[in-house]
Nanobody, 122 residues
Framework: QVQLVESGGGLVQAGGSLRLSCAAS????????MGWFRQAPGKEREFVAH????????YYADSVKGRFTISRDNAKNTVYLQMNSLKPEDTAVYYC???????????????WGQGTQVTVSS
């Protein structure tokens, strides 16, 4: 089992920045890739970003490309999501997830955190 705990969410004005963190514990000796998803009220959970175990490859949703950066520190078992130039439409609960194969859709990930709220005011 792997436990994931997100932190770093909050309220920010449009154009501002936040950095989310996701700390992993448990069976972290496996080479999990990590992803970030988000879910706004009344909407489906959507993919935001993905990073491979080594950190050598990253993938982003078109809506966040150029504004968000995913990174990881395997020594700390932590993955980050740096969010810049935030927009009101980025408002959502952000979830991190761990998986072994594939990326981009929720079914590719085996473990999920409980989420952290990000609210962007206009």
């Amino acid at each position: 089992q792997v436990q994931l705990v997100e932190s770093g969410g909050g309220l920010v004005q449009a154009g501002g920045s936040l950095r989310l963190s996701c700390a992993a514990s448990g069976r972290t000796n496996r080479n999990f890739a990590m992803g970030w998803f988000r879910q706004a009220p009344g909407k489906e959970r959507e993919f935001v970003a993905h990073i491979t175990w080594s950190g050598g490859s990253t993938y982003y949703a078109d809506s966040v490309k150029g504004r968000f950066t995913i990174s990881r520190d395997n020594a700390k078992n932590t993955v980050y999501l740096q969010m810049n130039s935030l927009k009101p439409e980025d408002t959502a609960v952000y979830y991190c997830a761990a998986g072994l194969t594939g990326w981009g859709t929720w079914d590719k990930y085996n473990y999920w955190g409980q989420g952290t709220q990000v609210t962007v005011s206009s």
